[in-house]
């Protein structure tokens, strides 16, 4: 099965948000990393008074014809937004699975 290691990293704001898409998009399982500090197309993440806020990561091993479906649902919800929330997606190819 040709897979793919895909990252969203993004605003942990969405976190809620993001979570319901992933379960609607029958994701099968992802491990979440939270409280993340960086700088992005949003500015810098920090968590502190200067530099608000910060970001969470999903790590999700998909079958390779799922990640553009995900990646068109997360702009979407993106975009739903007055504000765009920042998210990145990295998909990296030729992952195994166990």
């Known amino acids: 099965m040709d897979t793919q290691l895909l990252w969203i990293i993004y ?3 969405i976190e809620d948000t993001l979570s319901e898409l992933l379960d609607r998009l029958e994701v099968p399982g992802y491990t979440r990393f939270e409280g993340l ?4 197309g949003q500015g810098r993440k920090r968590n502190d ?3 608000p806020g910060f970001n969470n990561a999903v790590l999700i ?3 390779a014809e799922q990640v553009e479906p995900i990646r068109r649902a997360i702009r979407r919800l993106q975009a739903e937004y007055r504000v765009r929330p920042g998210v990145t997606l990295i998909a990296q190819a030729g992952a195994e699975l166990p």
């Not at 500090?37 to 992005?40: E, L, T, V």
């Open 37 to 40: 500090h960086g700088r992005g």
């Open 61 to 63: 091993l998909a079958p």
């Open 11 to 13: 605003d942990a704001a």
């Open 49 to 51: 008074p200067i530099f």
